[in-house]
Antibody
Framework: QLQLHESGPGLVKPSETLSLTCNVS??????????WGWIRQAPGKGLETIGS???????YYNPSLNSRVTISVDTSKNQFSLKMTSVTAADTAVYYC????????????WGQGALVTVSS | QSALTQPASVSGSPGQSITISCTGT?????????VSWYQQYPGRAPKLIIH???ERPSGVSDRFSGSKSGNTASLTISGLQTEDEADYYC??????????FGGGTNLTVL
């Protein structure tokens, strides 16, 4: 059974960089059938795509966040990561990592989510 | 890349049917048969219930069905049950390996 687990600081100061890692177990990231993505949900709000990465390292980003976001993959550790620079209170959210099936563009596995609060 | 438009809330009585709409544009919903729907309970991660407009993953009740016409996709839940009370999100492929969610719909089963 595939499992995804987010880890990283739960509190980040304004203007600093948010960093999260998603550890994948029960399956390999090095698979042509999937993208590995990040989605966030601000408190009481809807889901917002951040971006995704292929096992080759090719990444795709939501245009509204593009300039602040980097998603990378480490196939040797079977994990992928998110970095978001210059955070503000508006970036406070639950951050989910997920597996996106390329054929069908469907998200079939989600992590449990990690709450990141931006506050001084 | 704008969010897809969903009604903020819908409600129905047990046993009834409800439909949630999801309106996009010719660049996303209207251009691809790659609309999916997710069910989310409070404090939980979303769960895939429909993909590719009208396909159900294994284990998902056949009370859930999807459709699409033009730039609008729809999720229908028939025979409403109290356990269906949750938030529902549509999602569409938007080209160039990106995808976009709807704003979400809160379903209340009265």
């Amino acid at each position: 059974q595939l499992q995804l687990h987010e880890s990283g600081p739960g509190l980040v100061k304004p203007s600093e960089t948010l960093s999260l890692t998603c550890n994948v177990s029960g399956g390999s990231i090095n698979n042509n059938a999937y993208y590995w993505g990040w989605i966030r949900q601000a408190p009481g709000k809807g889901l917002e795509t951040i971006g995704s990465v292929y096992h080759s390292g090719r990444a795709y980003y939501n245009p509204s966040l593009n300039s602040r976001v980097t998603i990378s993959v480490d196939t040797s550790k079977n994990q992928f990561s998110l970095k978001m620079t210059s955070v503000t209170a508006a970036d406070t959210a639950v951050y989910y990592c997920a597996r996106l099936v390329i054929r069908g563009v469907k998200i079939d596995y989600w992590g449990q989510g990690a709450l990141v609060t931006v506050s001084s | 890349q704008s969010a897809l438009t969903q009604p903020a809330s819908v409600s129905g009585s047990p046993g009834q049917s409800i439909t949630i709409s999801c309106t996009g544009t010719s660049r996303d919903v209207g251009n691809y048969n790659l609309v999916s729907w997710y069910q989310q309970y409070p404090g939980r991660a979303p769960k895939l219930i429909i993909h590719e407009v009208n396909e159900r993953p294994s284990g998902v009740s056949d009370r859930f069905s999807g459709s699409k016409s033009g730039n609008t996709a729809s999720l229908t839940i028939s025979g409403l049950q109290t356990e269906d009370e949750a938030d529902y999100y549509c999602c569409s492929y938007a080209g160039t390996s990106t995808w976009v969610f709807g704003g979400g719909t809160n379903l209340t089963v009265l």
